[in-house]
């Protein structure tokens, strides 16, 4: 079945650590995403990529850095500069024209 | 900016109730506007999508009708169910960037 897979489920990071989630799509989407969720809240874009190669900052990237050197692949890196990490992130892709977004199942992250 | 606005929760209803959660944006141009629901624990589905004026998406019950005059793109649901208690969040899509959510609305289902 297509579909996006982010792993793991549950991460926890330690003071100063970098950690990277995962997001892997095999619907042949050339859009991902990556967001942030914080209870009670709408959904915050932390980054996109339209196309391999190539990514762009959202509107809250300061402490987080990606990755495109897959079409299938969008790691996120949550770097010890981001001082409130703790939170839902879900990963996206979509397809060309007005395809829907179709979303991961989520990392959660916590801060031991 | 673009932005979506949503009515604030909980929303707490009886089983076979009546459903509406107001959505209403900003944006320039003319935005796809979507619909999405979110299950304890787990990513955004999408239930249903509407890409221009006057279009009605639909999809397991729920309805949403793209209003442009009004800027408005409301939820409704003619009789809930336990198994709707999720959060809906409405969201728009100028096709330049990304998604912009609402902040989402807690539906409570009680039996």
């Known amino acids: 079945d297509g579909g996006i897979t982010q792993s793991p489920k549950y991460l926890f990071r330690k003071e100063g650590q970098n950690v990277t989630l995962s997001c892997e799509q095999n619907l042949n989407h050339d859009a991902m995403y990556w967001y942030r969720q914080d209870p009670g809240q709408g959904l915050r874009l932390i980054y996109y990529?339209?196309?391999?190669?190539?990514?762009q900052k959202g509107d809250i990237a300061e402490g987080y850095s990606v990755s495109r050197e897959k079409k299938e692949s969008f790691p996120l890196t949550v770097t010890s500069a981001q001082k409130n990490p703790t939170a839902f992130y879900l990963c996206?892709?979509?397809?060309?024209?007005?395809?829907?977004?179709?979303f991961g199942d989520g990392t959660r992250l916590s801060i031991l | 900016g673009d932005s979506v606005t949503q009515m604030e929760g909980p929303v707490t209803l009886s089983e076979e109730a009546f459903l509406t959660i107001n959505c209403t944006y900003t944006?320039?141009?003319?935005?796809?506007l979507f619909w999405y629901v979110q299950y304890p624990g787990e990513g955004l589905q999408l239930l249903l999508k509407?890409?221009?004026?006057?279009d009605k998406g639909s999809n397991k019950g729920f309805e949403a009708t793209y209003r442009k005059e009004t800027t408005s793109f409301h939820l409704e649901k003619g009789s809930v169910q336990v198994s709707d208690s999720a959060v809906y969040f409405c969201a728009l899509d100028t096709g330049r960037r990304a998604l912009t959510f609402g902040s989402g609305t807690r539906l409570q289902v009680q039996p």
């Open positions: 944006a320039t141009g003319y935005p796809s």
């Open positions: 990529s339209q196309i391999v190669n190539d990514f």
């Open positions: 996206a892709s979509s397809g060309t024209g007005d395809q829907p977004q179709h």
């Open positions: 509407a890409t221009k004026a006057d």
